[in-house]
């Protein structure tokens, strides 16, 4: 199943209102798809829906939870680490994006202008559907909603002259989320690639993680307490590169969509 959060047309009575909804239909033929609204939120056993439709070129996708925090792990994959010149750490790196980084497909990624270098990092977002802590490894499973895109954008020259991460990754508009959450899928071996402008940047496999999002899962929950909705980012694949006003980047994981976001300038 698809969950996406969209908000409503203006064929709706109530139209802006935000809501979730199953997306139904081929990708590869957009006339196909449709969205049916869910009552309430997707983090219930059996979410229903309310009966009404739209077809989806009729509403505007969000990003498709509003998560409390984003745990981010960093050089998960061995030739990111060494592109950058860094060793694969014994213990995985992971720092916090703010949930004000979040924004959802087709919306514009803010360049800001005390940055010259801010990359790309196309990864497999993790969506957390229970309250969970201390998960072990054979429970990660169990506390997962489903998989979604996502783009960790990185501000490159201040993640190496400032100590900690958090302004680099935690510029707001820095972590597109999207198109949907696929709750169907096996994480173990999906391909993940970036475009820049069409051309191909990145490509890798979710294979070439050196930790599986069980372990993800499990080192994350150690620490803290995870909410419905919560994400993870489980590491780029080689290929980072430097994205420029005027630039589209998008992010397509198989099985999943894809995440398209333009960059602008963030004045
Ligand atoms: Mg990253």
């Excluded at 680490?81 to 919306?107: C, H, M, Q, Y």
């Excluded at 998960?135 to 954008?153: E, F, Q, S």
């Excluded at 620490?223 to 909705?229: R, Y």
Aim: with cysteine; glycine share 8%.
């Amino acid at each position: 199943m698809r969950i996406a959060r969209f908000s409503l047309p203006d064929t709706a009575s109530d139209a802006g209102a935000v809501r979730f909804g199953v997306v139904e239909g081929e990708p590869d033929r957009p006339e196909t798809m449709v969205i049916a609204e869910l009552d309430g939120h997707p983090f219930t056993p059996n979410p229903q829906t309310t009966g009404r439709a739209w077809p989806l070129d009729d509403v505007r996708l969000l990003a498709p939870v509003l998560p409390s925090k984003i745990a981010a792990i960093g050089r998960n994959y061995a030739e990111h680490a060494r592109e950058l010149g860094n060793e694969v750490p014994d213990v995985p790196i992971t720092f916090l994006k703010p949930s004000t980084s979040v924004i959802g497909p087709n919306e514009t990624i803010a360049y800001p202008e005390i940055s010259k270098d801010v990359h790309h990092e196309a990864e497999l977002a993790v969506v957390i559907g229970r309250l969970c802590r201390q998960v072990p490894l054979d429970r990660a499973k169990d506390v997962i909603l489903g998989y979604t895109c996502a783009n960790d954008v990185t501000a490159r020259d201040l993640q190496q002259t400032e100590k900690q991460w958090g302004r680099a990754k935690g510029f707001d508009t820095f972590c597109p989320l999207g198109p949907w959450i696929e709750t169907e899928i096996d994480p173990a071996d999906l391909s993940v690639t970036c475009t820049v402008n069409d051309e191909l940047k990145q490509a890798g496999r979710t294979s070439q993680m050196i930790r599986d999002v069980a372990a993800l899962v499990a080192h994350v929950s150690e620490a803290m307490t995870l909410l419905p909705g919560d994400v993870i980012l489980t590491g780029t694949p080689s290929g980072v590169g430097p994205l420029h006003v005027g630039d589209t980047v998008s992010v397509t994981i198989e099985n999943i969509g894809t995440l398209t976001n333009r960059v602008v300038s963030r004045d």
